[in-house]
């Protein structure tokens, strides 16, 4: 498969099903997901990393504070950062691509930080 760099909102919804279906099979991250509905779920993270990478308006949400009711624990971090590492690396090669992974260690280290902060792991 020849690959391009993230374009378009089609790319990052590919990006996140991808990404999303797999992680869910992680058993050690699954859990923090189970009562999430995916697909109630998809616009806004599309939304979200159409905001971060094509500079696209219309997202405005706290995604930390949209995320505090999970149970999240200290080793989530690397799986998740493993995972959509590899989501973006089999899909895509590029500068956004690049600028993907980068937010994605920065939103993960901002989130690990702050639930440390609180106490919470």
Known sequence: MTKHDIRNKEDIELMMRTFYG???TNETINPVFAHTDFEAHMPHMIAFWSFVL????????????????????????????????KTVDD??????????KQRAQTIAY???MKLK?????
């Open 54 to 85: 094509l500079d696209e308006e219309g997202y405005k949400t706290n995604v930390f504070e949209k995320h505090l009711h999970l149970d999240i624990k200290q080793e989530h971090f690397a799986i998740w950062l493993h995972h959509f590492m």
């Open 22 to 24: 797999s992680l869910l």
């Open 91 to 100: 899909l895509f090669e590029g500068e956004k691509a690049d600028l993907a």
């Open 117 to 121: 902060q609180m106490g919470r792991i």
């Open 110 to 112: 901002t989130f690990e």
